[in-house]
C-alpha cells in the first residue's frame, strides 16, 4: 500500500505541488498585505527558513528510507533537494534586489566583509554544482561514486546555512540552534549507519567493487 | 564550533547492535519533542495564566504642537499600524511579530518611577503624577533602529530635563542610568530573549538633559501600546533605537558610566554612545543606508543620516570625540 503511493506519479506531482504551496502563500500575503512592515525582510527571512527546511527534508530521505524500510522515498530526494535550490535562489535575489537594489559594489563588499554574508553566500555557491549535476546524464558522466562524493557537499552547505543563520541573529539563537540539532542528528546517523555497517562488514573490497548506483538510487 | 560538537555528541554511544532499534526511536522521539516544543513556542497563550488584562490606548486631548508638530516636520509620518506590529520588545519575544501578541496582557496600572542616586531630592513618581508635570507635547521624530530600519512616529511626551530639575541632581552626577520593568511571570518569553534582563540602558548626563531627550507616554494621539513601551519610555531620536528603554521603573543619576544591556551582550557592536553614524558600521552589517518602514515595495533604502539628522542640536555635545572609538 505505502509503497504503491511511494511509486504512483500522483505522488510527486502532489509533493511537487506542497513545495510550492510556501511560495504561493508568501505571494498570497504579498497581495493582502501580510507581509507586514518590512516586507522586505519577512521575504528574505521565510525564503532562508525555507531553504533550511527543504534542507532537512532532503537529508531526512535517505535516514527514513532506512528506518521505516521505505527504499522508494529515494524518489522525491532530487525534487527536495532542488526546492531548496530554488528557495535560495529566491533568498539570494530577495537580498540582491529587493534589499540592496543592485549596488553590485556595496554587495561585493557586504560578501567579503561580514562574515554572515561570507558563509551564507558560501553555502549557497556550493549548491550550484549540486543542482547543475543533479541530472540522470550527470550521474552516468561523473560515474556515481563520484556523483556522491560531491554531492556530500550538501552536508557542508547545511553546516554554512546554520552557521549564516547563527551569526545573522542578535541574541535569541534558540531558531539557529533547533536547525543545528536537527543537522546534528541526521548527520550524525550517517556517521553512525557508516559506522555501524563498516563494524557489521569490514570488507570495503565488497564496497569498492559494488556497481556504481543509478539516478534512483543514488 | 557548536555545531562540530554537537554533531560528534553521541554516535559512539549509539552505534553497538544492541542499541540500534533504540537509535531508530531515539530519532522520531527528538523529532516529535521538536514539534510540541515549536508549537508551545508559537502559542505560549495557550498555557499563560489568565490575568487581569493590560492597558488599552487611550486618547489624549490637547497636545501642545511644538517646533516638531506636523506643521513643522517635512517627513511623511509611519502609518501607526506599521509601527505598532513590528517592535523590538524581548521581553515579550524576539520575533518582530510577537510584542503585539504577546505584551496585551501586560499590567501596567498602577505604575511609578523611582528617581534616586546623585539627586538632592529623591522621589517616586507616580503615572499620575508624570503626566501632569509638564504639558504633554506632540514630536514628531524620526527613529532609527540599529538593524537598518526606521520609521516616523509623533510621540507624545515632554523633555525628560524637565523631571531631572525637580530631583535636583547634585553635581557629581555625570550619567543617568534607567530601568525597564522585568517580571518572569508577565514576560513568559524572557527565557529566549537572550539578553540580560532587566533592560538598562544609559545616557550622559548632558545628552538627558538635551531638549531633545524626551520622556514619552504617548504616540499618534493616544498613551503607549504595551508593545510599545507603555505606560512611560525614553526616546532618544540622534541614537540607535535600542538606546531608548521602554516601560521605565527606575531612573538612577550615578557618576560612572552605567552598565547598559547591548553593551554587556556584545560590546563589539554595541557600544555606550551608539549615536546614529552611516560612517560607523555595524561589524555584521552596513549603517549607510536604512530601509524606512511603511514606504512601498519597491522603494529604495534611503540614506542614513549623521546622528539620525539631529546634529544641529546635538552635534556640540560630541565636539572632539573620535565617534569612531566612542561608537
Not at chain 1, 145 to 173: E, P
Not at chain 2, 213 to 233: I, K, S
Request: aromatic content about 14%.
Amino acid at each position: 500500500m505505502i509503497k504503491t503511493i511511494l511509486t504512483s506519479t500522483w505522488t510527486k506531482a502532489v509533493v511537487f505541488a506542497l513545495c510550492l504551496l510556501p511560495l504561493a502563500i508568501l505571494i498570497g500575503r504579498g497581495f493582502h498585505g501580510g507581509l507586514g512592515a518590512n516586507p522586505i525582510e519577512f521575504i528574505t527571512h521565510t525564503t532562508g527558513d525555507w531553504t533550511l527546511r527543504f534542507l532537512v527534508l532532503t537529508l531526512a530521505i535517505t535516514p527514513l528510507r532506512k528506518i521505516l524500510h521505505q527504499p522508494q522515498l529515494i524518489r522525491f530526494r532530487r525534487m527536495l533537494g532542488l526546492f531548496a535550490f530554488f528557495y535560495v535562489c529566491l533568498h539570494f535575489s530577495t537580498w540582491i534586489g529587493l534589499d540592496k537594489f543592485f549596488d553590485w559594489t556595496e554587495m561585493w563588499k557586504d560578501v567579503e566583509k561580514r562574515r554572515f554574508i561570507t558563509v551564507g553566500f558560501a553555502g549557497f555557491t556550493l549548491l550550484i554544482p549540486l543542482a547543475i549535476t543533479s541530472t540522470a546524464g550527470w550521474i552516468r558522466r561523473l560515474g556515481g561514486k563520484r556523483w556522491q562524493l560531491l554531492h556530500r557537499l550538501v552536508y557542508l552547505t547545511a553546516i554554512l546555512g546554520v552557521i549564516h543563520y547563527y551569526w545573522l541573529v542578535k541574541s535569541d539563537v534558540t531558531k539557529p540552534i533547533e536547525y543545528a540539532w536537527v543537522f546534528g542528528i541526521l548527520l550524525a546517523w550517517r556517521a553512525g549507519d557508516w559506522l555501524y555497517t563498516r563494524w557489521k562488514r569490514p570488507a570495503p573490497r565488497t564496497v569498492r567493487n559494488a556497481p556504481p548506483p543509478s539516478a534512483e538510487t543514488a | 564550533m557548536l555545531i562540530k560538537k554537537r554533531a560528534g555528541l553521541t554516535y559512539a554511544d549509539v552505534t553497538p547492535k544492541a542499541l540500534y532499534m533504540g537509535r531508530r526511536n531515539f530519532l522520531l522521539g527528538l523529532l516529535a519533542t521538536y514539534g510540541a516544543v515549536t508549537t508551545y513556542k508559537k502559542f505560549p497563550g495557550l498555557v499563560s495564566a489568565a490575568g487581569p488584562s493590560g492597558s488599552v490606548p487611550v486618547k489624549l486631548d490637547g497636545l501642545v504642537q511644538g517646533p516638531f508638530s506636523k506643521d513643522n516636520i517635512n517627513e511623511k509620518v509611519t502609518p501607526a499600524q506599521d509601527v505598532m506590529h513590528y517592535n523590538n520588545y524581548y521581553e515579550f519575544g524576539t520575533d518582530k511579530s510577537d510584542p503585539s501578541k504577546n505584551a496585551n496582557r501586560f499590567v501596567t496600572t498602577p505604575w511609578s518611577i523611582s528617581v534616586e542616586g546623585e539627586v538632592k531630592k529623591p522621589r517616586t513618581f507616580t503615572m499620575d503624577e508624570i503626566l501632569k508635570l509638564a504639558p504633554l507635547e506632540e514630536r514628531i521624530y524620526r527613529h532609527r533602529c540599529v538593524e537598518a530600519w526606521s520609521i516616523v512616529v509623533p510621540w507624545v511626551g515632554y523633555s525628560f530635563s524637565v523631571l531631572a530639575k525637580l530631583v535636583e541632581p547634585t553635581p557629581s552626577a555625570k550619567y543617568v542610568a534607567f530601568q525597564s520593568y522585568f517580571e518572569r511571570k508577565q514576560m513568559p518569553l524572557w527565557r529566549d530573549a537572550g539578553i540580560q534582563l532587566p533592560y538598562v540602558e544609559g545616557l550622559r548626563l548632558d545628552e538627558a538633559m538635551n531638549p531633545l531627550t524626551l520622556l514619552c507616554t504617548g504616540m499618534y494621539g493616544e498613551t503607549l501600546p504595551n508593545q510599545d513601551g507603555a505606560p512611560v519610555r525614553m526616546v532618544i531620536p540622534w541614537k540607535y533605537g535600542f538606546k531608548s528603554a521602554k516601560s521605565i521603573v527606575k531612573i538612577r543619576f550615578v557618576k560612572d558610566q552605567p552598565p547598559t544591556t547591548w553593551n554587556i551582550e556584545s560590546s563589539s557592536e554595541y557600544g555606550f554612545y551608539s549615536n546614529v553614524n552611516p560612517n560607523v558600521d555595524h561589524p555584521r552589517w552596513s549603517q549607510a543606508k536604512e530601509h524606512r518602514l511603511g514606504g512601498g515595495f519597491f522603494d529604495r533604502p534611503i540614506p542614513t543620516l549623521l546622528f539620525n539628522g539631529y546634529g544641529d542640536q546635538v552635534a556640540s555635545m560630541y565636539a572632539g570625540m573620535d565617534l569612531r572609538k566612542y561608537f
